[in-house]
């Protein structure tokens, strides 16, 4: 698995490492969330809040990422994982059909 992480500028591919992975944390949030809003265990009040919560994290990692200027090394390192979990999937789809 190859991550490309500007080597130049290391801080800004640390940085971009942590805020990809905080995202990816923050998506996992909103699958949960969804979840349990399928399962209809929320309130109106509560749904009304999670989803105000959950547009205002996403407007605060945009923020930050361009207050920051790692927008370009988040997208680098969700592009290698991307493709890392693919080479997974397909590895593992390749052992099953042996």
């Known amino acids: 698995m190859t991550i490309d992480i500007d080597g130049d500028d290391l801080r800004t591919g640390l940085v971009g490492l942590v805020v990809a992975l905080a995202e990816i944390v923050k998506e996992t949030l909103k699958l949960q969330a969804l979840r349990r809003v399928e399962a209809g265990s929320l309130t109106e009040e509560e749904l009304e809040r999670l989803g105000q919560a959950?547009?205002?994290?996403?407007?605060?990692?945009?923020?930050?990422?361009?207050?920051?200027?790692?927008?370009?090394?988040?997208?680098?390192?969700?592009?290698?994982?991307?493709?890392?979990?693919?080479?997974?999937?397909?590895?593992?789809?390749?052992?099953?059909?042996?």
């Open 54 to 98: 959950l547009m205002d994290l996403d407007d605060a990692f945009e923020r930050m990422k361009i207050d920051l200027g790692v927008t370009d090394a988040v997208q680098s390192v969700r592009d290698g994982l991307d493709q890392a979990v693919d080479d997974l999937v397909t590895t593992l789809i390749g052992a099953e059909q042996r």
